[in-house]
């Protein structure tokens, strides 16, 4: 019944996909509540809608916040460690940045004016009340709006208790509620005065929760009305003993959650229970994987999945609704379920395997041309990633698994831009193997990869104990990795002969090992490393080499999107900038398609560079803009290398020189906030004319009679005066005014002075 068809960006509020009822005045309430504070739970027991009631909030007081709202779902999340990440994340921070993701979220917001919602709160209510007062505290524009079954304690928080829906005697939200969800089962269905008791009872009977009441519609597909609250009443009377007395809220819609368990077949019963070790949403072949076995059958899972979607137990989503997922308060219950069975331990260990053979696969096969579809299938898992980690990490005796879960994910997080949450969980397993072997070593290696592209110190010492390990276990492989993401350090710090001496020892390793992996992106480090010293024919032929070892039709896109960069670069510095740019925008293609974040940085400064080069500087400062984002909170602009960094100032101050301040910094801002799809397309397919916004204001813009009363107004003559002196009424100055503010774009007439001669000059 639930479709949710709509791919979100993070953050962003989900369209409703089922209707919504009532609760006017509990959406006054938190409205009203969030205008006198910035910390404001919504609490109430699992289903009554508090997840409903804060997003339509969210959305009804968006406009109040000049950067809007941002959504940080829970349910998903275990590890309370890993919220700082899971809200950066959702601001879309890039997590490129090397100190803790708590300051980088703080440093953002700290500008900001924006209201965050954590939604499900209650199984890390330490770790949100923490995150919440720290952001009241340290940042002025930022509030909160919490979702939890009990408040979070925070001092200020101001709590919004939900009730169920109410239940009167002719009618009541309740009923419209059911009403609603029964039109889903039957599209003829009504309420009149012939069936009204009978719905009446039955909602009164389900105390009005609104998952209760959407449960047991479903059951309208096998039983009229009359029948089903017939069965509802007994029900209930079996549990109060016949009293009238209502059930405590918990138990009303554990009872219709029992009540909903028992209309499924067996085998449908199975697969709920079996689905709760997902942490977030799945697809049929995970499903078919993990929870197939025994009295389920994989050729009996999708007529399963289907039973359990009709009952309104999982519901759709995704963009082409082929993912699925459950309500915490129906996971809680399938895991209730799975224990009993004694299950519990079997199926995490085949909900860690599966994501173990999907990094391996990734890993062993990660120059292979389907890199971006298996990139993006793990990267849809990312809550069950964690959560196989976790498992691991937790369960007594499987260290090597989570090293080897963790070890084969490395490039997953280049990608993804999650360079700081896996470089947690590599501190984990260094903590785990604290002696010489080679889980240790390959952590630290992939450590300092990732540490190296956020211009972290601390990478170099990784990447040294990995080689002083790798080298004393005679492991060729690692000791080769392990040099060249030491070279990587190096290059980045500028220490050009040492990063030089590490390349050459990795490569004749890597060539011995056969490691090609290791190879091809040694490859695209010496190419850079070499552009950076000024010898650029070495990284043109070096580029060569790398493309040459991935073949022509190679369709991989990490490494060679950089081989491409750094020829654009190379190129770039040679003065060759028609097939510099050519290049780079091949680059970014492949950048862009894979989703990597960090490459499309790159990609994008090279670009605008080029586009400063040929005197185009509006694309210039607005590719600038775009690539801003990317790098937000690294504080690892380019690698933090000073030779790129130098090629970025220099645009900007041609930019600068050419278009002035302001128009500079509208044009910066406006290319940060475009969607990635058009920025592409124009860095790609120079339709600038067309995407780059006309400057918000030119003097030519100005009307003779404008200019007029600009100047007059510049001088500090009030309106009645500039009326006077023009001989017109002080009316039309007003307007003229205003019209004059919006095409300067300034705020008000004390900055008129400085706008025009900053146009003029
Ligand atoms: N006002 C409402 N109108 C329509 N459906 C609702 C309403 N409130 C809750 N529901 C439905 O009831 C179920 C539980 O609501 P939810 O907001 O997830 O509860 P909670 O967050 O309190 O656990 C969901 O399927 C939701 O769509
Ligand atoms: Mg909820």
């Known amino acids: 019944m639930t479709l949710a068809l709509v791919r979100r960006r993070p953050g962003e509020l989900p369209v409703e996909v089922t209707g919504f009822v009532g609760r006017n005045k509990e959406l006054t309430r938190v409205d009203e509540a969030l205008r006198q504070t910035r910390m404001v739970t919504v609490t109430g027991p699992g289903g009554v809608g508090k997840t409903r009631i804060a997003l339509r909030s969210a959305a009804r007081v968006a406009g109040r916040y000049a950067h809007g709202v941002c959504l940080v779902e829970l349910s998903e999340l275990r590890d309370p460690e890993l919220l700082p990440h899971t809200v950066a994340n959702c601001l879309g921070l890039p997590e490129g940045d090397p100190r803790p993701p708590l300051d980088a979220v703080l440093d953002h917001l700290r500008e900001r004016n924006l209201l965050l919602i954590l939604d499900t709160c209650e199984h890390l209510v330490d770790a949100c009340a923490m995150l919440s007062d720290i952001l009241l505290h340290e940042t002025t524009g930022v509030s909160v709006l919490a979702t939890s079954r009990q408040p979070l304690d925070v001092p200020g928080e101001h709590i919004c208790p939900i009730a169920p829906l109410p239940v009167r005697a002719n009618g009541g939200d309740a009923v419209e509620l059911f009403a609603q969800r029964a039109r889903a089962v039957d599209p003829a269905f009504t309420v009149h005065d012939g069936n009204r008791a009978d719905v009446v009872a039955l909602c009164r009977r389900l105390d009005g929760m609104p998952l209760a009441i959407e449960l047991a519609t479903v059951r309208l597909r096998v039983l009229p009305l009359d029948q089903l609250v017939a069965r509802l009443e007994d029900r209930f009377r079996l549990l109060t003993g016949g009293r009238r007395t209502a059930?405590?809220?918990?138990?009303?819609?554990?009872?219709?959650?029992?009540?909903?368990?028992?209309?499924?077949?067996?085998?449908?019963?199975?697969?709920?229970?079996?689905?709760?070790?997902?942490?977030?949403?799945f697809d049929i072949a995970a499903i078919e994987e993990v929870c197939a076995g025994g009295p389920l059958p994989r050729e009996d899972i999708l007529e399963a999945l289907v039973g359990l979607v009709d009952k309104s137990v999982v519901q759709r989503e995704g963009a082409d609704g082929s993912r699925y997922r459950m309500l915490d308060t129906l996971r809680e219950y399938g895991a209730e379920h799975l224990a009993l069975r004694g299950e519990q331990a079997q199926l995490r260990e085949r909900h860690y395997a599966r994501y173990l053979r999907l990094a391996e696969e990734f890993d062993r096969h990660f120059l292979a041309d389907d890199q971006i579809k298996r990139y993006r299938a793990l990267r849809e898992q990312h809550p069950d990633i964690r959560l196989a980690i976790e498992y691991a990490l937790a369960a007594p005796g499987k260290d090597s698994e989570a090293a080897a879960l963790t070890g084969s994910l490395w490039p997953y997080w280049h990608i993804a831009g999650l360079h700081t949450e896996g470089r947690y969980w590599y501190a984990k397993i260094t903590d785990r193997f604290p002696g010489a072997v080679r889980e240790r070593a390959w952590a630290l290696a992939q450590s300092a990869y990732l540490g190296a592209f956020q211009a972290d110190p601390r990478a170099l010492d990784e990447a040294e104990e990995c080689v002083r390990i790798a080298d004393h276990l005679d492991d060729p492989v690692v000791a080769g990795r392990g040099r060249v993401y030491l070279n990587l350090s190096l290059t980045f710090m500028e220490r050009h002969e040492e990063a030089a001496r590490a390349a050459e020892e990795a490569y004749r390793i890597l060539e011995e090992a056969g490691d090609v992996v290791g190879l091809v992106t040694l490859e695209t480090q010496i190419g850079y490393m070499q552009h950076l010293s000024g010898q650029l024919d070495e990284a043109l032929e070096v580029c060569e080499r790398g493309l040459r070892r991935l073949g022509e039709d190679s369709k991989e896109g990490w490494v060679r999107g950089y081989l491409h960069f750094v020829t654009g670069v190379a190129r770039f510095r040679r003065g060759e900038y028609?097939?510099?740019?050519?290049?780079?925008?091949?680059?970014?293609?492949?950048?862009?398609?894979l989703g990597d974040g960090v490459g499309m940085g790159y990609c994008l400064e090279l670009l605008a560079w080029l586009a400063g080069h040929d005197g185009r500087h509006e694309e210039a400062v607005w590719l600038l803009g775009a690539a801003d984002p990317l790098w937000a909170g690294a504080g690892a602009r380019l690698g933090g290398t000073s030779l790129m960094e130098e090629f970025h100032q220099n645009a900007v101050r041609a930019a600068h020189a050419a278009l002035g301040e302001q128009r500079c910094a509208e044009l910066r801002a406006d290319g940060a906030r475009r969607p990635q799809d058009e920025v592409v397309a124009l860095a790609t397919g120079r339709q600038a004319k067309e995407v780059i916004p006309a400057p918000r204001s030119q003097t030519h813009e100005l009307t003779r009679r404008e200019h007029e009363v600009a100047l007059l107004a510049s001088e500090g003559l009030s309106n009645r005066e500039i009326a006077e002196r023009l001989v017109i009424s002080k009316r039309t100055v007003d307007a003229h005014l205003e019209r004059i503010l919006a095409k300067l774009g300034v705020p008000s007439r004390g900055e008129i002075a400085a706008r025009l001669s900053e146009l003029d000059g």
């Open 247 to 281: 059930l405590p809220r918990h138990q009303t819609l554990r009872t219709a959650i029992e009540w909903s368990h028992e209309l499924c077949s067996e085998q449908e019963q199975l697969l709920w229970s079996r689905l709760s070790v997902f942490a977030g949403s």
């Open 578 to 593: 028609e097939q510099s740019r050519a290049s780079g925008a091949t680059a970014l293609r492949i950048k862009h398609e």
